[in-house]
């Protein structure tokens, strides 16, 4: 039986840029509610939610860990009746392991936004904030650490105003800042808090500071002015109140709205994503974290506040729906998969409809095959509680599933349904991998797979002419954490070559070219042949196939081995042998033998035809540029530009922040190797940076000839 009524589900994650206090944020939330009874810190290696080994040592999260907590609003009384259910995914803040924000939000109903109060929005917060709008996740925003030195909610809240959206609009304001911040002002309540006993888990109402009532006021002005929009009854209530006040100026005392009706039009407008709330607080010191479940409760929607689930029904191809509900066709959405030392294989998913029961069999409509959940587990971060059923809304993991991979459908046999896949990046950079041991050789192999299982945006791949085997992945620290838990977790010794960028070549113009494929040796033949256009498209744009043949100069069955054999023939481009991408193949005539024609014969006058067509369309390489930050103290300016123009840097602004200064730029993947210890030594180790892919752009002429003598 559900325990829960859906209406009170609430899945929802917590994102933001790396140090912004993430995992800070997520182990209060679990203090708070109850569900664990020890505050565990970061900077120890002593968080719940972090529970890698290598995350407790390097201070970051890696993995996006899931929990489940229980929150009744603070403002009502306890009790069982009043608790909300709180699906929670703590997601890492590196660029490197942004395939777990991404897969997160994919399946999550609304999400949290941390910012650092001194640095306000960073190049992260930004990426993140870009999926969150792809996938419309509904969001809070909490402003953190507002007492560090140099924060400053005006300044982070008008970043958030500028870089991410103008609907951002405060219903908080700290009291204090810097080592005087010591609690908050509610503008919907136009109350005063403060958090009181050695956890801050009292909470102490009082009127606004007199000092602070002005300021108050006017920020309650332009919430209320923002919020009454998104309601015409209560904005004609709201300017009716205006006429009557301007008319009986002094006469009489002001009206207000009302603090339930702010609060139920703001949650529209919230879950519409026409506003987003913006909390403050300092999670480290215990102040604001209970009024950030609060929220979530008021403003983040339950699954039955969403529309309900697209897919497509295999055995028609229409688009169906499934409505959040319990009496529905089982669907769910595998959004991760990971290797547990104790179980083995975890599949996570989470269900958009319908009732799962243990020891069921469910179909992967993906791979059309039958799987059986044997176990359901509910899991808290690394630990687990195994659950006879899961209902709808629910996030939970599935045991020793074999053919199921990230973004598969899990759906009822009878009902099948594929629901939208997720869409990762490709990887950027590449390294030579090799076991140190014969003992280690099928030990890595296996390893291998298995974190490519784990990780969609992980790459395994031979080169064929050395026989070596080479990774590819999001950077640096992705890859040095892959290796590094092959070793720990699949106990395999590996030599690691020298990281490489994952070049990638494209064409400049359009051009056609024939191939044809012709064997006689007695017997029966092959017989392919086509007619193929190449055309470059823009960046991003990735490969785009179309079927021109008119007519059925060649028949409907060979029209896919055509496909196939341009797809395998762009793995290897014509100018230094990287992929083909950013181009549109047509096929547009060609001709068969009515014995001698087979697939394959296609497939190989299709490669011939596009390495023509390739060589004559003005081939180029292309390199991954990267979206640079850095932050730097002021003195240090001058050496940190100079050196980024030596790297092919192109800056795009410097702005200051406080004393620092803070330089936007764009620079070639390939020049920044190393480059964390060269800003260490030019500023006495006191300069930062974080970096993120942006695009691929065309080699310099010099480089490119570097790279096909092997310089590179």
């Known amino acids: 039986m559900r325990k829960y009524p859906l209406e009170k589900y609430r899945n929802i994650g917590i994102i933001a840029h790396i140090d912004a206090g993430k995992t800070t944020v997520s182990e209060r939330i679990l203090f708070y509610t109850g569900t664990s009874y020890k505050i565990g810190e970061v900077h120890e290696g002593a968080a719940v939610m972090d529970w890698m080994e290598q995350e407790r040592e390097r201070g970051i999260t890696i993995t996006a860990a899931a929990t489940t907590c229980f929150w009744a609003p603070s403002y009502i009384e306890e009790g069982e009746e009043n608790k909300h259910r709180i699906n929670l995914i703590d997601t890492p803040g590196h660029i490197d392991f942004t395939v777990e924000v991404k897969r997160s939000l994919r399946i999550l109903d609304g999400a949290v936004v941390v910012f650092d109060g001194v640095a306000g929005v960073e190049p992260q917060s930004e990426t993140n904030w870009r999926y969150a709008d792809d996938y419309k996740v509904p969001r809070i925003c909490f402003i953190n650490k507002i007492d560090r030195i140099g924060a400053s909610f005006e300044k982070s809240f008008k970043s958030i105003i500028e870089r991410l959206t103008p609907n951002a609009v405060a219903i908080q304001l700290p009291i204090g800042n810097e080592s005087e911040f010591e609690g908050v002002i509610d503008l919907i309540k136009m109350k005063a808090f403060r958090f009181e006993g050695e956890h801050g888990e009292k909470i102490v109402s009082y009127d606004i500071p007199e000092k602070l009532m002005e300021q108050a006021i006017q920020m309650r002005s332009i919430l209320v002015e923002k919020v009454v929009e998104n309601d015409e009854e209560l904005l004609n209530d709201y300017l009716t109140m205006i006429e009557e006040q301007s008319a009986a100026e002094g006469q009489s ?14 949650r529209k407008a919230t879950l519409n994503n026409n506003l987003v709330p913006v909390l403050c607080g300092s999670a480290l010191k215990n102040k604001g974290v209970q009024l950030i479940l609060d929220a979530v409760i008021d403003y983040l929607p339950s699954p039955v506040d969403l529309p309900p689930v697209k897919g497509i029904n295999l055995k028609n191809e229409s688009e169906v729906e499934r409505r959040p509900e319990d009496g529905e066709p089982f669907s769910a959405l595998a959004f991760k998969i990971a290797a547990d ?15 799962l029961k243990r020891g069921s069999y469910i179909l992967n409509a993906v791979k059309e095959n039958q799987e059986r959940a044997g176990r359901i587990l509910r899991m808290h ?7 006879e059923e899961v209902y709808t809304g629910d996030i939970c993991a599935l045991v020793g599933l074999k053919d199921t991979t990230t973004g598969d459908t899990l759906c009822d046999v009878e009902n099948p349904i594929i629901l939208e896949k997720i869409v990762f990046p490709e990887p950027v950079i590449s ?16 390893a291998l797979r298995r974190l490519m299982e784990e990780d969609p945006t992980f790459r395994v791949s031979g080169d064929l002419e050395t026989g070596d085997t080479i990774i590819s992945g999001m950077g640096e620290l992705h890859l040095d954490v892959l290796v590094e838990r092959m070793r720990r977790e699949f106990v395999v010794d590996a030599n690691v070559g020298r990281p490489q960028v994952a070049y990638k070549e494209t064409i400049q113009e359009t051009s056609k070219a024939e191939g044809k494929y012709i064997r006689q040796s007695g017997g029966r033949g092959q017989y392919g042949h086509v007619w193929l256009k190449v055309v470059p498209l823009e960046s991003g744009k990735g490969f785009i196939f179309i079927d021109a043949i008119k007519g059925g100069v060649i028949p409907k069955e060979f029209i896919s ?34 014995v001698d024609s087979s697939e394959i014969a296609f497939k ?9 067509a390739v060589k004559n369309a003005k081939p180029v390489i292309l390199e991954p540029i990267m979206k640079l930050q850095v932050i730097i ?4 300016l001058g050496d940190v530009a100079g050196n980024l123009s030596s790297r092919r840097g192109r800056i795009d602004s410097i702005s200051d922040r406080d004393n620092i200064k803070v330089i936007d730029s764009m620079v070639p993947l390939s020049e920044m190797f190393g480059y964390a210890t060269h800003l260490r030594s030019m500023t006495q180790g006191r300069g930062v940076f974080t970096m993120e892919f942006s695009n691929y752009e065309r080699v310099p002429k010099n480089v490119e000839s570097a790279i096909i003598e092997g310089k590179k």
């Not at 030392?341 to 009732?355: K, M, N």
């Open 604 to 612: 190989i006058a299709a490669s011939i035809a596009l390495q023509e």
């Open 431 to 446: 390294q030579r991998i090799s076991p140190k041991t014969k003992a280690d050789q099928e030990k890595m192999g296996l």
């Open 561 to 594: 081995a055509v496909e196939k054999g341009v797809k395998e023939s762009m793995s290897k481009g014509m100018v230094a042998g990287y992929p083909l991408i950013d181009m549109e193949v047509t096929l547009y005539d060609g001709s068969f033998h009515d």
């Open 381 to 387: 971060a690394n630990e687990r509680e195994e659950v």
């Open 253 to 266: 005392k002001k009206k207000e709205i009302g603090e339930d009706d702010l609060k139920r039009v703001l």
């Open 341 to 355: 030392p104790f179980v083995g294989s975890l599949t996570y998913f989470r269900v958009y409809s319908g009732v």
């Open 633 to 636: 103290p002021s003195d240090f």
